[in-house]
Every structure is written in C-alpha cells, then in structure tokens.
C-alpha cells in the first residue's frame, strides 16, 4: 500500500541516464520485485524523464547485493522543472486592467499633442469659492439697495405711513431680485454662445491630432 502511494507521487523530476534505464531494465525481469514495480520499470525505461520517488521506490525494493549505489545511479541526472501553470486573472481585474491601460494611453497622448491640440477651456461660473462669494455679497448688496430705494419711494408717495414704506421696500427688493436674475441669465447666455461658437471652431484642430495619432 505504502508502494503504490509512491508510485502514485510525481514530486521531483529528474533527467533519465544511461546508469538509470540500465537499472530498470534489470528491474523490469527482477522476480523479487512485485509485478506492479517490474510493470512501473517498463513504463519507465523509455521515458526521457523519470518520477524521483518511484525511481527510489523501485531502488528500495531491489535485492541490496545487486542493485547499484544510490549515488551511482543518480550520477549524471538533471533537475526538471516546469513552469507552473500560469494564474487566471478575473473579469473584474481584466475590466480594472483596460481601463488603466486606456487611462495611461490618453494621457501619454495629450501628453504628445498637448503643444499641438488648443487647450480646452474649462472655465465654469462660480468655480471657485471667491466668484460664489463675490457674487452672493452682490445679490445682498442689490437686494438692499432696492429696499431702500422702494421704501424711500413709498415713504414720499404716501406721506411716512409705516406699513406702505415696509410695502414699498418690499416691493423694491423683490424687483431688485429680478432685475439680478434676468442679468444672470444674460451672462449665462453669453458664456452658453461662446462656448458653442469654440466648440464650431475645433473640427479643424480635431481632424488635425486624428491624423496625427493615425501617423503615429
């Protein structure tokens, strides 16, 4: 049983010999030997590399008075090796692995092209903390003006009656709002109109980089 688990192993590999076959065709008619070792023998005569462990197995079993020295018998052998098989990577690693792959191919390309293709201008309203307050202390500044400019207006329309000035600053300041809307969208138009009129414009310089990139 102990045999046959041996036999069963493949663990080290190692290059057959002259000193080897030789052994094992005396081995193959050895009767001492079980018919599975004297079977074993003639599987392995003709192979150009041998299982280390049934080679000992077979070696351990032989009549001592006959058999060769160990170190005799394995004088001469190579190690084999073989390259472990190798590891399957995962769809998601794959998916993760192209999109760094195509990340890495843009920017080495805008990298090449970038004294080439016009910088694409990114600029946004309130991008920065600076124009959201700055305009924010506007509209309050706006708003305060038309209050006070609504409750002035009523205060002399209605001779200084309290809740007709309140109205009228009310009303001011509401007014006040709307005129700074309607100017917003204005200035949001504008920016809307030239964006479209660079965006009609880079056809040229797009067609260019493409045939770039073709030549490249």
Known sequence: MATENILNRVGLIISSTHFIRAFLSEASTDTTLSAELRQKCSDLIAQSNVPYEPLRAIWIASDPSTRPELTQLLWGTSFIFSSPKPREKSEELKARLKKLEDIAERKAYQELVKDIAPKE???????????????????????????????????????????????????????????????????????DSNKTKRSNQKPRSSFSTSSLKKNL
């Open 121 to 191: 201008d990114v600029t946004e309203p309130f991008s920065s903390y600076k124009d959201q307050l700055g305009f924010g202390l506007h509209v309050l500044v706006t708003m305060f003006t038309g209050y006070l400019v609504g409750y002035a207006a009523f205060r002399a329309l209605f001779d200084h009656s309290p809740a007709m000035n309140a109205a009228g600053g009310i009303l001011g300041l509401v007014g006040a709002m709307l005129v700074e809307t309607f100017l917003f969208i204005i200035r949001n138009s504008d920016l």
